[in-house]
T-cell receptor, first 112, second 108 residues
Framework: DGGITQSPKYLFRKEGQNVTLSCEQNLNHDAMYWYRQDPGQGLRLIYYSQIVNDFQKGDIAEGYSVSREKKESFPLTVTSAQKNPTAFYLC???????????FGSGTQLSVL | GIQVEQSPPDLILQEGANSTLRCNFSDSVNNLQWFHQNPWGQLINLFYIPSGTKQNGRLSATTVATERYSLLYISSSQTTDSGVYFCAVPTSYDKVIFGPGTSLSVIP
């Protein structure tokens, strides 16, 4: 089945620890996005990538890092510099020219 | 940058009622999308609608790009329609930004 897979579904981070959220898509989409959602809030863009080996900061990139070594994968690392990481993280992808977004099922990150 | 507003922020409906959700945006855009987020967090793309009107079952959407707004109509609402509805637009830098959402509760 084609789709976007995010893992893990739930993740716990200890203080000072870096954690990595996985996002994989088999839709042959060009662009991939990471969004953060806080309880009762909308989605805010963290990072996005239009092509392999290239990515741009979104509106709240501080404390996060990404890589795009393969077209189908766009992992997000939440670093220890992100002081308030507890949130729901959503990955999305789209064809570059159309930008109709499709989302994974999300990862809930909590701090121990 | 472009601003996106949605109204109303919250809506409670009796099952079977109709409703209209609105999305306003501050600058011209070449497409607009509507999403439904269910209570488990999954976001489903309902419509990709640069302009005009589209229908999908009990849902329909209209975008008037020249006047910078879009409407989402829900007819004969069901409890499964509950959740949050977001509109989203692209910016000139290939980002896609979201409005704050409308939280809908449909009660039996």
């Amino acid at each position: 089945d084609g789709g976007i897979t995010q893992s893990p579904k739930y993740l716990f981070r200890k203080e000072g620890q870096n954690v990595t959220l996985s996002c994989e898509q088999n839709l042959n989409h060009d662009a991939m996005y990471w969004y953060r959602q806080d309880p009762g809030q909308g989605l805010r863009l963290i990072y996005y990538s239009q092509i392999v080996n290239d990515f741009q900061k979104g509106d709240i990139a501080e404390g996060y890092s990404v890589s795009r070594e393969k077209k189908e994968s766009f992992p997000l690392t939440v670093t220890s510099a992100q002081k308030n990481p507890t949130a729901f993280y959503l990955c999305a992808s789209t064809y570059k020219t159309q930008k109709r977004l499709f989302f994974g099922s999300g990862t809930q990150l909590s701090v121990l | 940058g472009i601003q996106v507003e949605q109204s109303p922020p919250d809506l409670i409906l009796q099952e079977g009622a109709n409703s209209t959700l609105r999305c306003n945006f501050s600058d011209s855009v070449n497409n607009l999308q509507w999403f439904h987020q269910n209570p488990w967090g999954q976001l489903i793309n309902l419509f990709y609608i640069p302009s005009g009107t589209k229908q999908n079952g009990r849902l329909s959407a209209t975008t008037v790009a020249t006047e910078r707004y879009s409407l989402l109509y829900i007819s004969s609402s069901q409890t499964t329609d509950s959740g949050v509805y977001f509109c989203a637009v692209p910016t000139s830098y290939d980002k896609v930004i979201f409005g704050p959402g409308t939280s809908l509760s449909v009660i039996p």
